[in-house]
């Protein structure tokens, strides 16, 4: 963290929000997702009791880095104010990624051919998108949204995700919950019932990101 040194402590807070909001969390959902305590990045806490500056701690960036996927680079060219290195990645329609040849059994995208979009601050090479179709996911994601996936990142309970099933129904859902043997997926759309499945009908499970809405 070495090279981060010469910037400000206002400058090194600032990119931990707008980390946050790239991922479309607050400072305390960051933190959570980190593994840290909630309250960790809470304004409160930039300052001491004695009125002095207090730094996030290398560690607690570390894991942001982590948890995020964003590269220590990325970082600081956020804390820099500039913008975070760009990346084109594969864009699929959500109905087509159900289909035979679009993925290999890693959940990777596969073959050529596809619309792509250009996105900030990936450090996936295998990272692609979804463009949503239909309204089953509303409203956290609508008709014509285009989520950014991850399949390197590891996923975790509470996180939203892209589920395939061995069936080639492919869905976004989130992560309530995973034993060894079951994995129970919730709706984002109150109409529709959470599902939970056996782990042998999943095919694969991919982390998103965040959403261009």
Known sequence: MVLLTMFSHADIWRAIDTLARTHGLSTSGLAKRAGLDPTSFNRSKRITANDRPRWPSTESISKVLSATGTTLEDFARLVARKQPLRMRIPLIGLARAGGEGFFDDAGFPAGSGWED?????????????????????????RDGDIIVVSPNTQTRVGDRVVARLKNGEVMAKELRRRTATEITLASLNP????????????EWLARILWASQ
């Open 117 to 141: 979009v250009e996105v900030p601050g990936l450090t996936d090479e295998n990272a692609y998108a979804l463009r949503i179709t239909g309204e089953s996911m509303q409203p956290v994601y």
């Open 191 to 202: 109409a529709h019932e959470d599902i939970t499945v056996s782990v042998v009908e999943v």
